[in-house]
């Protein structure tokens, strides 16, 4: 089996546990290629083609931990995400110690291999079309709300901050992100600007951007609106209404 066929790897101890060895072969069923690799060799054997996902249990993370240590920044360097199965403690603890941005979907025993070889098939075509998480750039430039929506957002998407929308043109062509949260009163260069100034560049299209403000007054709110954004979100608003109001431009937008 060529590397680069590999969708799936299961990190192990030195023998395959039964429950993944089940899920492994549910997912040659699935037609789905794995491969495995002992937590041992990730310091010796740096892979040249890490598959999109990797299974592993938490509980041998947690004890391995120089290794672990390769294995994130293996997944990091190459776009790879982690499915973890184990006890819930143990999940629990490791998460604790794991960016959110790296794992893909936690399992708790007792696990139905079937579900899961399903849910990895869903993940690998969500990968095939635009990536396992979205890419969100926020331009800001209160260091503190870049901050706290950061903390927000970092379990669904990957995020980005620029404090500057000068800075941010340039982080646009290397982030490519999928949607641009604007702060609309800006100073030096406000959103609108920056929102004009993305119109103008002769490009096929521009990353959708939707408006931050604090402010909700009619008249803002027609300003703004009449730039032609994809939408504005009150800065003012709870957690939630916030996380609801991006989860539903990206289920709009699929």
Sequence with gaps: MEQNEIQVLFVIHHNISF???????????????????????CISNHPKVMPPLVIAEAE????????????????????SHIILV??????????????PALVAEKFQRPVNAKDVAEKVEELLERIKNHGLRRQVLVVDDSPAFLRTITEWLEDDYNVSVCPSAFAAIKLISIKRPDLI????????????????????????????????????????????LQLKPQGYILKTQPRDSILVSIRNFFEKES
């Design 19 to 41: 429950v993944n060895g089940a899920l492994k072969v549910f997912l040659e069923e699935y037609n789905i290629k794995t491969d495995v690799l002992e937590i041992s060799k």
């Design 60 to 79: 041998m993370l947690l004890e391995f931990v120089q290794e672990r240590g390769f294995l994130y920044d293996y997944c990091i360097e190459q776009g």
């Design 86 to 99: 184990d006890e819930a403690e143990n999940i629990e603890s490791l998460m604790e110690v794991t960016s």
């Design 181 to 224: 949260l604007l702060d609309y009163e800006m100073p030096v260069c406000s959103g609108a600007q920056f929102l004009e100034m993305l119109n103008s560049e002769e490009q096929k299209e521009r990353p959708p951007v939707i408006f931050l403000t604090s402010k909700n007054d009619q008249q803002t709110v027609q300003e703004l």
